[in-house]
């Protein structure tokens, strides 16, 4: 199982109040998100607010955790001074995910982001 599945079948298990909405940019669900670029959404992580603000990046992933009671996992991530070295980490990562993934799961990609 890719990194990426592991990380949100996580993010659900945790999601007991039913919270988190996960869409697969690849699948016909995202045609309801007109307003985000699929490119744009394979290189970085995006997702709306309560607010219907946009979230991208390593900011999705701490508010993500945050609505499930694990924002303290991630927290650091958003502190000032930590905050462009991870945000600089999560764009090389974000780039080289599937290399990465494929090394530490034997796994680079799936068919589709189906959650188990």
């Known amino acids: 199982m ?6 949100m079948t996580a993010l659900k298990k945790h999601d007991s109040e039913d919270v988190i909405k996960l869409v697969d940019i690849f699948s016909d669900t995202f045609l309801d998100y007109p307003d985000i670029d699929q490119a744009s959404a394979s290189e970085r ?5 309560k607010n219907g603000a946009l979230l991208l ?3 999705v992933t701490y508010q993500a955790w945050s609505l499930v009671g694990r924002g303290h996992w991630y927290a650091f991530t958003r502190w000032p ?3 462009p070295i991870c945000d600089w980490v999560y ?5 080289n995910r599937y ?3 494929g090394i530490l799961t ?8 189906r959650i188990e």
């Not at 764009?91 to 780039?95: G, L, Q, Y």
């Not at 796994?107 to 982001?113: F, L, N």
Request: proline share 3%.
């Open 2 to 7: 890719p990194l990426c599945v592991k990380e």
């Open 81 to 83: 001074l930590s905050r």
């Open 91 to 95: 764009i090389k990562f974000a780039r």
């Open 106 to 113: 034997g796994k680079k990609r799936c068919d589709s982001c």
């Open 45 to 49: 992580l995006h997702a709306y607010d």
């Open 57 to 59: 990046g390593l900011d």
């Open 99 to 101: 290399t990465i993934s």
